[in-house]
Antibody, heavy 117, light 111 residues
Framework: QVQLQESGPGLVKPSETLSLTCTVS????????WNWIRQPPGKGLEWIGY???????NYNPSLKSRVSISVDTSKNQFSLELSSVTAADTAVYYC???????????WGQGSLVTVSS | QSALTQPASVSGSPGQSITISCTGT?????????VSWYQQHPGKAPKLMIY???KRPSGVSNRFSGSKSGITASLTISGLQAEDEADYYC???????????FGGGTKLTVL
């Protein structure tokens, strides 16, 4: 059974960079597409972007200038960096897998990141 | 950016059927059979309930079904049960530029 687990700081200061890592277990990262999706408190879901195991990426145009997703196949992990954060970036951040796009079949439990000084 | 419209809330009594709509445009819902639906209970991660318009993942009850007509996709839940009370989100492929868009979500209340 594939499992995903997010990890990283729960508090980030405004203007700094948010960094999260997703560890994949129970399966290889060397196939499928690996996504980051976020949900501000009390609001809906927003797709951030994905990475393929070979390093190919695709990002939400509204976040593209601030987002970077990378992969470490040796550790079965992929990571998110979101720069110049503001309070509007406060959210639960989920990592998720898709085979065919929009079919997010496995999700992490989510990691709450608060942007505050 | 592409926007998908869902009703903010729907409700139904146990045993009844309800339908949640997801209206997009000719550039997303109307162009691709890549529509999925997610169920989210409070404090939990979303769960895939329907993919590629009308396909059910293994383990999902056949009380859940999906369809699409033109620029509107729909999720129907038949034989409502208390455990169906949750938020539901549609998700569509919107082409190579915008890529993935989620609807605003619908809160289902089982009366």
């Amino acid at each position: 059974q594939v499992q995903l687990q997010e990890s990283g700081p729960g508090l980030v200061k405004p203007s700094e960079t948010l960094s999260l890592t997703c560890t994949v277990s129970g399966g290889s990262i060397n196939s499928y597409f690996w996504n980051w999706i976020r949900q501000p408190p009390g609001k809906g879901l927003e797709w951030i972007g994905y990475i393929y195991y070979n390093g190919n990426t695709n990002y939400n145009p509204s976040l593209k200038s601030r987002v970077s997703i990378s992969v470490d196949t040796s550790k079965n992990q992929f990571s998110l960096e979101l720069s110049s954060v503001t309070a509007a970036d406060t959210a639960v951040y989920y990592c998720a897998r898709h085979g065919t796009i929009t079919n997010f079949d496995y999700w992490g439990q989510g990691s709450l990141v608060t942007v505050s000084s | 950016q592409s926007a998908l419209t869902q009703p903010a809330s729907v409700s139904g009594s146990p045993g009844q059927s309800i339908t949640i709509s997801c209206t997009g445009t000719s550039s997303d819902v109307g162009s691709y059979n890549l529509v999925s639906w997610y169920q989210q209970h409070p404090g939990k991660a979303p769960k895939l309930m329907i993919y590629e318009v009308n396909k059910r993942p293994s383990g999902v009850s056949n009380r859940f079904s999906g369809s699409k007509s033109g620029i509107t996709a729909s999720l129907t839940i038949s034989g409502l049960q208390a455990e169906d009370e949750a938020d539901y989100y549609c998700c569509v492929y919107a082409g190579s530029t915008i890529v993935v868009v989620f609807g605003g979500g619908t809160k289902l209340t089982v009366l």
